[in-house]
DNA sequence: TGGGGTATTATCACC
DNA sequence: GGTGATCCATACCCCA
């Protein structure tokens, strides 16, 4: 039985290509063209019951920033007060320095659309199933204007009204303490397979907020809540707490959408650890990689440099930055020394994707503009010359590589109208699967993302669907809806919940896909 | 061979 | 429902 609002396109076709025979050898190998708060109580307790096993490198690091973060609040305490202090005294002078704010003409021509829910809109969910597209919500200021100060508050960052920002710290703050100290753990056999039928779109999961084209999308790792954070074209950050009417208390203007304008141009990528719940890093082709840091309320500059960055990852138990700048590069920020540890040049042209294997965080597979997607080993890499441990060449631009859940396999996609999966060992075994990626202009290219197994990926559709791509039967599978309005790009699944998937597109809206 | 020009594509606001 | 604007991606063609 097909639930409502989710129509699946059956038979499914079967698009495998056979297995390709490798044509490049393993090792060693260089690119074709190498240039390229908790109470004290509360923590004691934490750390007695933690004293009685042996810690596992995410949990140490985890009560490393508990601790960190416990010292931070205190005197964060001690701050506000004096905050609150002077408060009064700049009411009667000015800004000592006023925050440059240039918005874009365009941006003032397509304001934001905020997020208003059926239901605070008092509009009947039926009405929306039915087909007809939501009405369309009020206008609303434009997005707030990006600063290209180094240091920059999170309110002054806001185009929120004023003390909203209050209810995103706090929850932050809330699922902080609730956080899991173990990392999110994947489907294990025990599980059983994710029913994709059951996957459905309700019109309470359905906002645009953002305006303009999404070209990032990331769900904060809390095991209760599902927060998600998408980066825009105009540079703005914008947070949908879809779960906020949990809260109780909510007015009906709390609509759980927080936007932030941290950047002066698209954002290309946004990443949060799981041992580090409250820093949401951000990167964009501005040059800047921000990191909003919630308890602190800032949304500060980490590094700046003089070339658009393309891609922003971290490894897992790793607080270095790995991003992609410029013309093939790719650079590692040391968080804590504050400065560039090493500088590669990988690829001919711009490195879309970088991603780490989560059986082993050596392992790092990136996708370029000149058509390839590599995989590296950490530990051979060096600067003179750099060698991947295999090379994936696809026909045209490769806009993303991302491992499996468990490790063992690679999904490529690329422009040239085919999703590449590879598996087995060193990767060697090539399965290419025709799909339609040609986006055009005027949208985010596709970019084919995991489930919460190995047996599937999920991909854009030009026909206003998800494409959901068996890699144990070799079919495609449609999941259609008549909520969806417009063609999702960009995908993001939730490191805990199974079954529930953020779909976004280049309208601004997100499609948020549940599991019942 | 490299740089410049152009075609392609979807979405949204406005009429 | 039609139309114009968008313009931060890419491939391809042509010409110097």
């Not at 390709?20 to 050898?25: D, H, N, V, W």
């Not at 920059?152 to 920002?165: F, Q, V, W, Y």
């Amino acid at each position: 039985m097909i639930p409502r609002g989710i129509t699946v396109s059956l038979p499914a076709t079967s698009l495998f290509f056979p297995p390709l025979p490798s044509t490049k050898p393993l090792h060693p190998l260089t690119p074709p063209h190498p240039k390229k708060k908790k109470s004290q109580k509360a923590l004691s307790l934490r750390l007695s019951l933690m004293a009685s096993k042996t810690l596992t490198e995410y949990e140490r690091k985890r009560l490393e920033n508990i601790k960190r973060n416990d010292e931070m609040i205190a005197s964060l305490m001690l701050q506000r007060k004096a905050a609150d202090l002077s408060s009064s005294i700049k009411r009667l002078k000015p800004q000592i320095r006023p925050l440059k704010r240039h918005s874009p003409e365009k941006n003032n021509k397509t304001p934001v659309v905020i997020r208003r829910s059926l239901r605070a809109r008092g509009i009947p969910p039926d009405a929306a199933a039915k087909g007809s597209p939501p009405p369309p919500s009020p206008p609303a200021p434009p997005p707030p204007s990006p600063a290209k100060s180094p240091s920059l508050t999170i309110r002054e960052a806001s185009s929120n009204a004023p003390g909203k920002d209050r209810r995103l710290i706090e929850t932050v703050a809330r699922m902080c303490e609730n956080a899991p100290l173990s990392p999110p753990k994947r489907m294990s056999s025990t599980d059983g397979p994710l029913d994709l039928r059951s996957l459905k779109l309700e019109p309470e999961h359905v906002a645009r907020i953002i305006s303009g084209r999404i070209m990032a999308v990331q769900f904060f790792p809390f095991v209760d809540r599902r927060v998600v954070a998408v980066g825009g074209k105009f540079g703005n950050v914008s947070f949908w707490d879809v779960d906020c009417g949990l809260d109780g208390g909510n007015d009906a203007d709390d609509d759980g959408v927080y936007l932030y304008g941290p950047h002066t141009s698209p954002v290309s990528g946004i990443s949060i650890q799981p041992f580090s719940l409250s820093k949401v890093l951000t990167s964009s082709y501005d040059g800047f990689i921000r990191l909003m840091d919630v308890e602190k309320e800032t949304f500060n500059m980490l590094y700046s440099g003089d070339d658009a960055i393309y891609s922003l990852s971290q490894r897992p138990l790793e607080t270095n930055v790995y991003f992609g700048e410029g013309q093939g590069g790719l650079k590692i920020w040391d968080e804590r020394a504050g400065k560039v540890l090493s500088s590669y040049s990988l690829h001919e042209k711009r490195i879309n994707t970088i991603d780490f294997s989560s059986c082993n965080a050596n392992l790092m597979a990136t996708s370029s503009t000149d058509g390839t997607a590599c995989i590296w080993d950490l530990r051979k890499i060096s600067k003179h010359r750099p060698g991947s441990l295999r090379i994936h060449q696809h026909e045209k631009a490769v806009h993303s590589a991302y491992f499996s859940p468990s490790g063992s396999c690679l999904a490529t996609t690329s422009i040239d109208n085919r999703i590449g999966i590879l598996s087995g060992d060193n990767f060697m075994d090539v399965s290419m699967i025709r799909h339609d990626n040609q986006t055009g202009r005027w949208l985010s290219s596709f970019r084919a993302i995991w489930g919460w197994d190995d047996s599937h990926v999920f991909v854009g559709n030009m026909k206003r669907a998800v494409d959901v791509i068996s890699t144990v039967k070799k079919t495609t599978t449609a999941m259609e809806s008549p909520l969806m309005t417009a063609i999702p790009c960009r995908f993001a699944a939730h490191p805990y919940r199974h079954g529930t998937l953020a779909s976004t597109t280049s309208g601004g809206q997100i499609y948020m896909w549940t599991s019942t």
